[in-house]
């Protein structure tokens, strides 16, 4: 019975990112009908709003109910909508979405009278907008003649790419250290100055971390440019790097390229996205946070800008690790079908659905983590941040480069990344049992 | 002149910072009232008695066994322990010697709190490093132990079981049974703590070298129970002086080394493994027979007897309107806490009341210490030192 619920939830998911990336084809088909570009603004709608906005609300409750489940509870079910066809139904806990709204809508947006009112009020919108401004450069499908007009699923084709995701991820430590500092609340400046320190200390390894996968593509965009064709780096993940068989092999993925790519990545942007292990700037049982003094919807700016960074992470990493909105295989034998040939914006919407599954899997493994590790102490992320992952990235990044110049088909460093990849396979299964303490054998008497 | 006189300091204060009396990480109601440079603790200043009860006072005023009660809100996580703790001394001040079956109901039904104690430590190390799932097996375990202890006596946090003498009632038809299967689920629980936990590098981080507190000092301090034996001393009264029936069942007891939050963590997962061996010979050694001495001095009479004769009236009238009659004098006596050695110093006139009462409570000695192991560390230091030393408000401002 359990397992038929979460199959039939699985699909029901899996079906509204169908339908949603299939209006979005449409939508976009229209409206290049009348202005060209206008595409790309119906592109913000669905993919910015209903896409993006829409997960991390979700979030809020999947989290807790995600975090229920490997914690062996029930998780919320408490709202109830009071029409006849709901009553006493809890709905997985999606009326505490309403419930939430509701409750940071009508709550008091309190300043306090020390505070310094324009950057009080400043500060959760840097923060959020930053963040919001994030999932422009991410391409959700491909490009694709939709009532005869190229449609790209992407909201912008910059040629700086990925420059663009740095520059702004960077912006938006303005709204947090703001934050701390216009509240004029002593633990709140501690929280802003750790959130400022942390984020600028991410930065360095966050760039460095990717800068093997832009020599190894030799791009930094995320999306192919629809009037030049120069190659992104999703469609280059689109090819094999060993075929068996006439459409079966190992893709080209950043994950098999620059595994250690990968999780720097993956360890510094977490840093970024200020979730645990690495909320010390919030850190409610020391300092309570950055936001202790904001109410109502301020807060909310703050508590949902975290969730869409965690959306927008899982897309990124998709884009740039896990091949995007690309099939591991077989791609080319489907596209050969005649519904797909003959309706592109199924095809498109199908590989969409593809990319948002697999942000879906990054965003749980993310939740995984954020639930299993406690937090880390404000020296320790330095550490962690200068000491480790810089050294461990300017490494990655001589020896893949030496690799991509000996073998510019990529298959040597394939060869490094997959045996990587083994070695922490290796060390993970083969690790020892806990340690308990010894007891001593008997007890001297006093 | 030399080079300095020429510069210009920038002039700095250090930060003082209240963490409390309302404040996630300081438990009951502490007030710590800290000095912070940049984020390294300068000094720090605890203050307590936001919880003051009077609980020396009120023990002035009421019966011996009217007491009992009043102990359960000491150390609030495991007040079985403060309730046996206080009758063995009331006990020993008589010169009373209870009978076997309550001995060893006394020692279940202890461990089961010890190790309801410790699930909770450990659980709050991990909820307040940020680690919430860790908390959450913790306290469902504990669940596990309220709910027997529920059984036994009828309430989840209040206990007020056993009397002078005895216990006021035996354990319930087939408790026995539901325990070993509650310890076996528990064990299971602890598993998945230590999974999460013990070898978690950030946590492993977080507690090793952090909140080090030398067996010297520890001493000075008066530190009992696991986080002095985290210090390497190899000192519990369990195995020093044993009382009850210690002396018969078989346990370790864990001595760390270092005397860091990391040890004062293991000490406690250990201790919990060790409860569990002893509840479960002390299950199969329980004799059966009276769980209460069988004097009417001392002991309320069967209900029968009350109701229908004259002496039981009698012996039931005096029991409850003058209380024990407890021999003039005076006594220190102290059992093995879940927190280290409570300690109890009655005084009787023979007035039936309690003349003196005093809690030698193992918290308060462990808060003093507090002061001295995160001076010069780190802000975010001081959470895991205020957990591991498992300071229970109740106990500390009595």
């Known amino acids: 019975m359990r397992a038929a619920m979460s199959s039939f939830a699985m699909a029901f998911i899996v079906a509204l990112f169908f339908c949603g990336m299939a209006a979005a084809y449409i939508a976009s088909g229209f409206a290049e009908g009348l202005f060209a570009g206008a595409g790309r603004l119906t592109n913000i709608l669905f993919l910015s709003l209903v896409f993006v906005m829409v997960m991390a609300v979700a979030l809020t409750v999947a989290e807790r109910k995600w975090s229920a489940l490997m914690q062996d509870r029930i998780g919320p079910n408490r709202a109830r909508i009071a029409l006849p066809w709901f009553r006493g139904h809890s709905l997985g806990g999606l009326p505490h979405v309403l419930a939430d709204t509701f409750k940071m809508l009508s709550k008091e947006a309190f300043v306090p009278a020390t505070a310094s009112r324009f950057l009080f009020n400043l500060a959760p919108v840097l923060s959020f907008a930053a963040i919001f401004a994030l999932f422009a450069v991410v391409p959700a499908g491909p490009t694709l003649p939709v009532h005869n007009h190229r449609v790209s699923m992407v909201i912008a084709t910059p040629d700086f790419g990925l420059l663009y995701i740095f520059a702004i991820a960077s912006l938006a430590v303005y709204g947090t250290s703001l934050a701390g500092w216009a509240s004029n609340n002593k633990l709140a400046l501690l929280g802003g100055v750790r959130a400022s320190s942390q984020m600028i200390s991410y930065e360095v390894a966050l760039g460095l971390s990717l800068v093997g996968m832009m020599i190894a593509f030799d791009t930094v965009r995320l999306a192919t440019d629809p009037v030049t064709g120069a190659l992104g780096m999703t469609d280059a993940q689109a090819r094999y790097l060993w075929t068996f068989g006439s459409d079966f092999g190992l893709p080209a993925w950043g994950i098999f390229l620059q595994p250690v790519g990968f999780v720097l990545f993956f360890a510094a942007a977490f840093a970024e996205t200020k979730r645990a292990p690495f909320d010390l700037p919030e850190a409610e049982s020391e300092i309570l946070g950055y936001f202790v003094e904001y109410s109502g919807m301020q807060f909310g700016l703050f508590m949902i800008g975290e969730f869409v960074e965690v959306v927008i992470l899982a897309g990124i990493i998709t884009a740039i690790f896990f091949g995007g909105y690309h099939l591991p295989f077989g791609e080319a034998t489907l596209a050969r079908w005649d519904l797909f040939r003959q309706h592109p914006w199924v095809w498109g919407a199908f590989l969409g659905t593809v990319f948002w599954v697999k942000a879906l899997f990054i965003v749980w493994i993310q939740l995984l983590m954020r639930w299993t590790f406690p937090r880390f102490r404000y020296d320790q992320v330095q550490r962690l941040g200068w000491k480790m992952l810089l050294p461990a990235g300017l490494l990655n990044l001589f020896v893949s480069g030496a690799l991509i110049l000996w073998d510019p088909s990529l298959r040597a460093l394939a060869v490094v990344g997959l045996f990587e990849i083994g070695v922490v396979i290796a060390f993970t299964f083969t690790s020892k049992p806990a340690v308990a303490a010894r007891p001593a054998a008997a007890a001297a008497h006093h | ?398």
């Open chain 2, 1 to 398: 002149m030399s080079e300095s006189e020429l510069e210009a300091h920038f002039p700095t204060q250090n930060m003082v910072v209240n963490l409390g009396p309302s404040h996630p990480a300081m438990h009951g109601t502490v007030r710590m009232r800290i000095e912070l440079e940049g984020e390294t603790i300068v000094k720090a200043d605890p203050e307590f008695g936001f919880l003051h009860r009077g609980f020396q006072k009120s023990a002035e005023n009421g019966t011996w066994t009217q007491v009992l009660p009043y102990t359960d809100r000491l150390n609030y996580v495991s007040s079985l322990m403060n309730n046996f703790g206080y009758l063995n001394a009331v006990e020993k001040l008589i010169g009373l010697e209870i009978p076997e079956r309550a001995k060893y109901i006394r020692v279940i039904s202890s461990e089961l709190h010890r190790m309801a104690d410790h699930l909770t430590c450990v659980g709050a190390v991990g909820l307040e490093l940020g680690g919430f799932s860790a908390f959450l097996y913790g306290i469902e375990a504990r669940e596990l132990i309220v709910d027997r202890v529920t059984e036994l006596t009828g309430a989840r946090l209040t206990t007020t079981f056993g009397r002078v003498g005895g216990l006021n009632r035996d354990l319930p038809p087939g408790w026995t049974d539901v325990v070993l299967k509650t310890l076996d689920k528990i064990s299971s629980l602890a598993h998945e703590v230590d999974g999460l936990l013990t070898r978690n590098r950030i946590f492993v981080d977080r507690t090793k070298d952090t909140g080090v507190i030398s067996a010297e000092d520890a001493l000075d301090f008066g530190f009992t129970g696991p986080c002095l034996r985290a210090c390497g001393v190899n000192y519990d009264i369990r195995k020093a002086r044993p009382y009850w029936v210690y002396d018969r069942l078989d346990f370790d007891v864990p001595v760390g080394a270092r005397g860091d939050n990391y040890d004062r963590y293991l000490m406690r997962m250990e201790e919990i493994k060790q409860s569990d061996r002893i509840i479960r010979q002390a299950i199969k050694q329980m004799p059966v027979g009276p769980v209460i001495i069988d004097d009417w001095r001392v002991a309320l009479p069967p209900k029968p007897e009350v109701y229908g004769t004259i002496e039981g009236t009698m012996a039931h009238f005096k029991l409850i309107m003058e209380g024990v009659q407890v021999p003039p004098g005076e006594v220190y006596d102290s059992t093995e806490s879940a927190n280290g050695e409570l300690g109890w110093w009655l005084v009787s006139d023979g007035s039936g009341r309690p003349y003196k009462c005093h809690v030698r409570a193992p918290s308060f000695a462990l808060l003093s210490g507090v002061t001295r192991m995160i001076e010069g560390q780190l802000l975010a230091d001081l959470i895991p030192t205020f957990d591991t030393i498992n300071m229970i408000g109740g106990e500390v401002e009595q």
